[in-house]
């Protein structure tokens, strides 16, 4: 079973332009979630997707910052215009069912992460 | 502000030693989990912890959630080079995950 995939791998883009990540969660997977690890902190949650809903997007930083999981598979993650305070490593989780919050012990899989930099 | 501290921050070791990695909070958690990162890549789980006072062994690696369901740790037996890595610990609450800072543990030959 193919794991959770990110595209792409590494992008560096000037301040001012525009990037789209991609995550392509495990198939069959209802939930799924952004996370960001910026320079020297802490991975931080960004969204959470409930099939094609948004669940949760209260860790998204700005109005800068645009996810979207048309259908309910994969989901894209765009950033415009960029910032300098952008860059970091964008990672993508996905985890089966959605239990309404039942359930306590949902492990999340994730991607290998898209390494951005805004120059 | 940080909602999971985690030490140390970084750990460097010999070989046959054991070590531990704390996690502590302030919050509740419904669950607690701990991750493994190599670089490159995203994190991987290494185990689930979701009742208070609970002990979990995976071969040499030991977990602990605390009573509270606030705290964690983290014990290897007789490290390994293999063990080297950054562990993460993640407290879960509404679906979303709370990362730690991370601990590089470097394990020398």
């Known amino acids: 079973e193919a794991g959770v995939t990110q595209f792409p791998s590494h992008s560096v883009i000037e301040k001012g332009q525009t990037v789209t990540l991609r995550c392509d969660p495990i198939s069959g997977h209802d939930n799924l979630y952004w996370y960001r690890r910026v320079m020297g902190k802490e991975i931080k949650f960004l969204l959470h997707f409930v099939k094609e809903s948004k669940q949760d997007e209260s860790g998204m930083p700005n109005n800068r910052f645009l996810a979207e999981r048309t259908g309910g598979t994969y989901s894209t993650l765009k950033v415009q215009p960029a910032e300098l305070e952008d860059s970091g490593v964008y990672f993508c989780?996905?985890?089966?069912?959605?239990?309404?919050?039942?359930?306590?012990?949902?492990?999340?899989?994730f991607g290998p992460g898209t390494r951005l930099t805004v120059l | 502000t940080q909602l999971l501290e985690q030490s140390p921050q970084f750990l460097s070791i010999q070989e046959g030693e054991n070590l531990t990695v704390y996690c502590n909070s302030s919050s509740v958690f419904s669950s607690l989990q701990w991750y493994r990162q190599e670089p490159g890549e995203g994190p991987v789980l290494l185990v689930t912890v979701v009742t208070g006072g609970e002990v979990k062994k995976l071969k040499r690696l030991t977990f602990q959630f605390g009573d509270a369901r606030k705290d964690s740790s983290l014990h290897i037996t007789a490290a390994q080079p293999g063990d080297t890595g950054l562990y993460l610990c993640a407290g879960a609450r509404d679906y979303k995950l709370s990362f730690g800072a991370g601990t590089t543990v470097t394990v020398r030959a």
């Open positions: 989780a996905s985890s089966q069912d959605w239990l309404g919050g039942r359930s306590r012990t949902d492990t999340q899989y």
